[in-house]
């Protein structure tokens, strides 16, 4: 069994939970939100879209049924840290492969159990996420909180640069509960943290998929003569990424285009919205978004602290499709003369429900029509 050492976690605000880490030791910084699903952990360990925060679990034991990499949602861990109330040693999982403490450790990934994850959760939704340090190293409250207040946040910051794939590369694994359908469209994926469940969809639906680093030029994309662009998921502030933007806006009209998430955001961007950040943000796999044309409820899995403002939109040039049922917040927009949407939650799922796939049912008809 790997040994448990004592661990504090330290918030901007002066408070403070104490407890034990699990996984790697050292020290790490990162904006503290929470995830309401009941499981599914590894694929919110491996979302590219948790770069730079620290995540914890509501849900209270975490870690029974280890770790799987088929579950992957992308290469690695980008997370800073993992906090549960009790992380589980003993696996119960014939797919599993190793257990989430190995897991964590390989990653380098500090683990922190054994605080009340039901007052840190309290809190946040009190206060909002925030910055925070957690340490096996520097247990000293103060000191730690110092630390918390020098960190960085979110705001304004690239994340995208260091979760993006350095080459481009072809993606042709299907998801394994829906057999692909013949390949028909040629889809070029911007790679802004994109989830490996987007790629197996896109397959699904008959897309040969090729995914290029975020930062290609819209010229690039163009030059492929692709059917469709998609605009993945990713982390951090949508407004920090105004080269990416232009690229989008430059692609707008030429071919269709499907966004999810930070590919949502950009899209708004891209047609004069803005964009800002939410008190504790939406992350989870039971969030409640209707669809405003037949007023159909999803339930959704979604993971984001940054949102499209609804009033920034051109009222002549957009249309808001979705909205959140809890905060009512922007969570779907279509372009009303371009062949061009997107969702802010995640219709792959992974982890979470199955209710919006028909999304990418929608982008396929949308480069058949343009064919």
Sequence with gaps: MMSSREALLALEDGTTFRGRSFGAVGTAAGEVVFNTSMSGYVEVLTDPSYRGQMVTMTYP???????????FESRRTFLSAFIVKECSRRVSNWRSRTS????????????????DTRSLVRHIREAGAMKAMVSTEVLDADGLVAMARESPGLVGRDLVREVTCEAAYDWTEPLPDLPPAEPRFDVVVMDYGVKYNILRLLVSHGCRVHVVPAYTAAAEVLAREPDGVFLSNGPGDPAALPGIVAEVRAMLGKRPIFGICLGHQLLGQAMGGTTSKLKFGHHGGNQPVMHLRDRHVEISSQNHGFVVDMDSLPAGAVDVTHVNLNDQTVEGLRCKDIAAFSVQYHPEAAPGPHDSRYLFGMFTELMAAQK
């Design 61 to 71: 034991l975490i870690g029974n049924y280890g770790v799987t990499p088929e579950d």
């Design 100 to 115: 989430l403490p190995e897991f964590l450790a390989a990653q380098g990934v500090i683990g922190l159990e054994g605080i």
